[in-house]
Every structure is written in C-alpha cells, then in structure tokens.
C-alpha cells in the first residue's frame, strides 16, 4: 500500500464547480505539500501545512493531523486550473531531512 | 534566474549510452533533491544533498545511477550505461535552509529522457 493516497485519480468537472481531491497518508509527517504540475513536466508549490488550513485565492488546503487526512478545494473553478494536482508529505523520520513522498496525482480536467 | 534550472529539458538516448542530466539550484539554497517521475506517476526520490555531501542516496535504484554537487552549488545526475526503463522525467528542486523540515522545496521544470 502506498504511503499517500490520493482520490480520485482523475476529475472533470464543468467551469464554476467547487472541487475537492483528497490526500490520506499513513505515516508520521512533519508537512505536508499540495503540488500542480502542468503537462510539460513543471511542479509548483501551491501550499505547505503542518496543521490546519490555508488559503491563497481561489485554493483552500486543510489538513487533519489526527485522521492523517489532507483536502485541496478550488472555488469556482476555472479551464486554466486544469492539471495534475500532487500531494506530498515529508516524513518525520527524526533525523536528517528527507526528500518528499508523493501521491500519484490527480488529473483534473475543467470543461468551459 | 530566480528559479531552478535544469538541462537539457529533453534527452534521448540510445540503450546502454550514459548520460549527464544538470541542476542548477536557487542561489543561496542549501539543499538539493532529485526525484524520478515515470509516466502517469508520482514522483519518486532519488538523492539529497546538503551543501556538497550527499546524505541520502537510499533512492537512487541501481549503480549505474551517480549523482555529485562538488562545489555544493551545481548537480549533475549521472546514469550510465541507460536502460528502456530509465525513461522518466527527472526534477531536481532546492529549498533554502536544513534546520527546519518544514522548508519549501521549489522545483526545475524536469529533464524528460527518454531511451530507446
């Protein structure tokens, strides 16, 4: 089983929608990042938490350190907030800084 | 630039050639990470470095892979002798400082190698 799991794996929805993907991880964590990548391969940080939540625009992040459990949300969403959207968690491994773990993603696709 | 580069962004190959993927961090920043993407997949860590050393390499999948930072600024991953399987995006990113695990990482835009 993975460490992260994200749900769905894909998405399409129609403009304006609120969307919402998921983000569940079994391990402890000292953060945890949601990520857009856009095809082209780039990666960008859209958030970085350790408790609670988060807002920047139109993307809301939450995160839930007991249930281990991360949400994305994106209000009124738009054609160009199409991409693949990637949680990803840094383990607290009590020692040295280790490179994040992520999901697999999930593609999502806003229709006009 | 103020973001992280990385060269070339395409790269194919012939199997069992070697090839030389670069990162060029965010001046300033202290650590550096690799990761493999394959297609329709997360990515995957390779390597870190603090400075010049590598301390983590547990992600690196064969021998035939060889990352270096000499002068703790610029990284080159290294794979020899290439396989079909390594074909994959590879992202090199920085973050700024190591104390803290709660640094941002800021991703290069990937290396996309491709070997036939």
């Known amino acids: 089983k993975n460490e992260v799991e994200q749900s769905p794996q894909n998405l399409t929805a129609q403009e304006g929608e609120f969307i919402t993907i998921n983000c569940s991880y079994s391990v402890g964590i000292s953060a945890l990042h949601w990520l857009q990548q856009h095809p082209g391969g780039g990666i960008v940080s859209l958030f970085m938490?350790?408790?609670g939540k988060k807002k920047h625009g139109r993307l809301i992040a939450t995160i839930n350190i007991q249930e281990k459990h991360s949400s994305l949300h994106i209000t009124a969403s738009h054609p160009r907030d199409s991409a693949v959207y990637i949680c990803a968690v840094r383990k607290y491994s009590g020692g040295g800084a280790d490179g994040l773990t992520f999901g697999k993603g999930t593609h999502l696709i806003i229709q006009p | 630039g103020a973001g992280v580069s990385q060269s070339p962004r395409y790269k194919v190959a012939k199997r069992g050639q070697d090839v030389a993927l670069r990162c060029d961090p965010i001046s300033g920043h202290v650590s550096l990470f690799w990761y493999q993407q394959a297609l329709g997949q997360g990515p995957e860590f390779l390597t870190y470095f603090q400075n010049e050393a590598q301390l983590d390499k547990s992600g690196l999948p064969s021998d035939r892979f060889f990352a270096e930072r000499p002068e703790g600024s610029v990284s080159t991953l290294k794979i020899q002798r290439t396989q079909q399987e390594d074909s994959a995006v590879y992202l090199c990113a920085s973050s700024l400082a190591i104390a803290s695990r709660r640094n941002e990482q800021f991703f290069g835009p990937g290396t996309r190698l491709t070997v036939l």
């Open positions: 938490l350790s408790s």
